[in-house]
């Protein structure tokens, strides 16, 4: 099993569209995990980085999505920006899992 890590959702989608763009219908139980992952920054506590992260299981494969959004420093406008960037990045890619076929739930894939 090989995991291909993506930085930006435009080469994720990409790469989605590759896998199943040509199927007339994707494999059952296709299922693509989309998700909010927070790290805390070292020595910077309370400061965290937000990431969006997306895999999918493709044959014995996982794709996977990690798209750096910025920092949640706990300052309403700042962060609002941040969760906006997310939430764009969220929107592009359940906009292109939905004419694909691809179900879209919460959470990652880790094998």
């Not at 790469?15 to 920054?41: H, M, S, V, W």
């Amino acid at each position: 099993m090989a995991i291909i890590k993506f930085s930006y959702q435009d080469e994720f989608i990409e790469e989605l569209q590759k896998e199943f763009g040509y199927l007339p219908a994707p494999p059952p139980f296709t299922l693509l995990r989309l998700t909010n992952l927070f790290r805390p920054i070292p020595n910077l506590a309370p400061i965290r980085r937000l990431s969006v992260v997306a895999t999918i299981k493709v044959r014995d494969d996982i794709i996977r999505l990690e798209r750096d959004c910025g920092d949640i420093w706990g300052i309403g406008e700042q962060d609002k920006k941040t969760f906006e960037r997310a939430e764009q990045i969220h929107n592009e890619i359940e906009k292109v899992c939905e004419g694909l076929g691809i179900e879209v739930r919460a959470g990652v894939i880790e094998e």
